[in-house]
Nanobody
Framework: QVQLVESGGGLVQAGGSLRLSCAASGRISSRSLGWFRQVPGKEREFVAAISWGGGRSVYSESVKGRFTISRDNAKNTVYLQMNSLKPEDTAVYYC?????????????????WGQGTQVTVSS
């Protein structure tokens, strides 16, 4: 069994920064990790993913250049550094374990999900 627990969400003004963390218990070796977000009434949206070794990362176009995903396998933790935040970044952010080592933007290629952490960006 794998558990993922997100933290670091909160309220921030536009232009500010937040760093999300996701601590994993259980097997995440040889697996990618990803971040998604969801606004009520909308589908879950891909944000970023990182490969098992950390050498490959992918981002959605909406966050590229502003967000950075990283992982510390010794701590079983994945991070999402979010800079230059915009009101449209407001959402519940979820981390997830990938079914492969390389990372994907497709939610169907993730098998375990955290409970989410709320990020609210005020204008």
């Amino acid at each position: 069994q794998v558990q993922l627990v997100e933290s670091g969400g909160g309220l921030v003004q536009a232009g500010g920064s937040l760093r999300l963390s996701c601590a994993a218990s259980g097997r995440i070796s040889s697996r990618s990790l990803g971040w998604f977000r969801q606004v009520p009434g909308k589908e879950r949206e891909f944000v970023a993913a990182i490969s098992w070794g950390g050498g490959r990362s992918v981002y959605s176009e909406s966050v590229k250049g502003r967000f950075t995903i990283s992982r510390d396998n010794a701590k079983n933790t994945v991070y999402l550094q979010m800079n230059s935040l915009k009101p449209e970044d407001t959402a519940v952010y979820y981390c997830a374990r990938g079914t492969s080592a390389s990372g994907s933007s497709r939610s169907g290629e993730y098998d375990y999900w955290g409970q989410g952490t709320q990020v609210t960006v005020s204008s």
